[in-house]
């Protein structure tokens, strides 16, 4: 299916944008500083973008949503990339678009193509090449192409999966499956014209998920300390609803820290350097005009969860989103997030 029409980036310069620094001069003085009292320079950050899309392949699949999963991709590539890509860079941009399966095994399981799910304007090693590629000059692949494909074998995969749900074990995904490969924290540094410069990156993950997290075990077997578990299912929520209410605390959050609820804290270093906004979490406690039939509500059960999940997990930042209603929707909440 195809839902890109043809992009128009504006060109992007292909003169550089770094000019070397003036010297300050020191007057009243003849004496030079030596070398030890010479201050070193912090280097220029010029930050690129890692964006990493996790799709939930479990039965959520099959609930209708107002914006589907693959509108959300074709919006972050159509709408978000353009602008991201002239984002105070105008030449040598090294942004990645990618996916990354919770469960590896769903990459055999569908046969995915790896290859169309990812785009990278990291591999040109010339800036005029990254041009064509962009303008849709280039005799080989170009941006329009690779959108394209990427959004066809993301869709694709939705299909399949819907039919055949793979499961979504978000717990140790958060604690192994987030890896070296998937967040980048390579700083490359150089110098150009006297000034020192560092390239580095923002790992953005857009994860696709209800929020009901699964862990592959559930109940006393799947807890530790009483409250902590590794799992957020529907059940768990309605029994912290009737705990809640049975308490006769007023403050929700507080009864959540006296009685040590929560998710067990992945312990994955990698997660210090990755930003993730949550889309498309259910609240299963909404009928279907949208109306609550249980206060608190899943959605604001799920909310103190996973802000205690992700935080205490080291996670540098996140956002926690309902399903979203529209597409201007998507383009807003994406675009807030990355304030690009």
Same mark, same amino acid.
């Given at each position: ?5 043809? $992009? &128009? ?15 300050? =001069?020191?007057?009243?003085? =003849?004496? #030079? *500083? ?12 010029? &930050? ?7 799709? %939930? ?11 589907? +999963? &693959? ?41 995915? @193509? ?6 990278? /304007? @990291? ?5 005029? %090449? ?11 692949? &170009?941006?329009?192409? +690779? ?40 700083? +490359?540094?150089? =110098? ?14 857009? $994860? ?6 699964? !862990? ?5 077997? !799947? ?18 609803? #009737? ?24 312990? @994955?270093?990698? *997660? ?25 509500? +899943?959605?604001?059960?799920?909310? *103190? ?13 996140? %956002? ?6 529209? #597409? %201007? ?7 807030? /997030?990355?304030?690009?």
């Amino acid at each position: 299916m195809k839902f890109i029409n043809t $992009l &128009t980036v504006s060109a992007i310069l292909l003169s550089g944008m770094l000019s070397a620094c003036s010297t300050d =001069e020191v007057k009243g003085s =003849e004496l #030079e *500083l030596s070398p030890k009292e010479t201050p070193t320079p912090s280097p220029a950050i010029i &930050t690129h973008y890692n964006f990493i899309i996790t799709p %939930d392949l479990s039965n959520r699949l099959g609930s209708h949503k107002p914006v589907s +999963d &693959t509108r959300i991709v074709n919006s972050l590539l159509q709408d978000i990339l353009p602008n991201v890509l002239v984002d105070k860079r105008k030449t040598n941009q090294k942004d990645t678009y990618g996916v990354s399966f919770i469960s590896k095994a769903a990459i055999n399981q569908y046969s995915a @193509n790896v290859e169309d799910l990812k785009i990278d /304007f @990291n591999r040109f090693k010339k800036q005029v %090449d990254r041009i064509d590629y962009v303008k849709g000059r280039s005799s080989g692949a &170009t941006l329009s192409g +690779d959108q394209q494909k990427f959004v066809s074998e993301f869709d694709r995969i939705l299909k399949v999966a819907s039919k055949a749900p793979d499961g979504a074990d978000l717990w140790t995904y958060f604690d192994q499956g987030i890896d070296n490969n998937t967040v980048n924290t390579k700083v +490359d540094s150089f =110098e150009y014209g006297g000034k020192h410069f560092s390239h580095s990156f923002r790992n953005i993950m857009i $994860l696709l998920t209800d929020g009901y997290i699964e !862990a592959g075990m559930y109940g006393k077997q !799947a807890c530790v300390s009483g409250n902590q578990c590794y799992y957020l299912s529907s059940q768990r929520i309605k029994s912290f609803r #009737e705990a809640y209410k049975k308490s006769g605390e007023s403050d929700m959050k507080l009864f959540f820290s006296k009685n040590n609820y929560g998710i067990i804290p992945a312990k @994955n270093p990698n *997660l210090k350097s990755l930003e993730i906004l949550v889309l498309q979490m259910e609240d299963r406690s909404l009928n279907q005009a949208g109306s609550a039939t249980q206060h608190p509500t +899943d959605m604001e059960i799920m909310k *103190l969860f996973w802000s205690d999940w992700l935080e205490k997990s080291g996670v540098k930042r996140f %956002d926690l989103r309902p399903v979203l209603a529209s #597409e %201007d929707d998507t383009k807003k909440v994406i675009k807030e /997030f990355i304030g690009a």
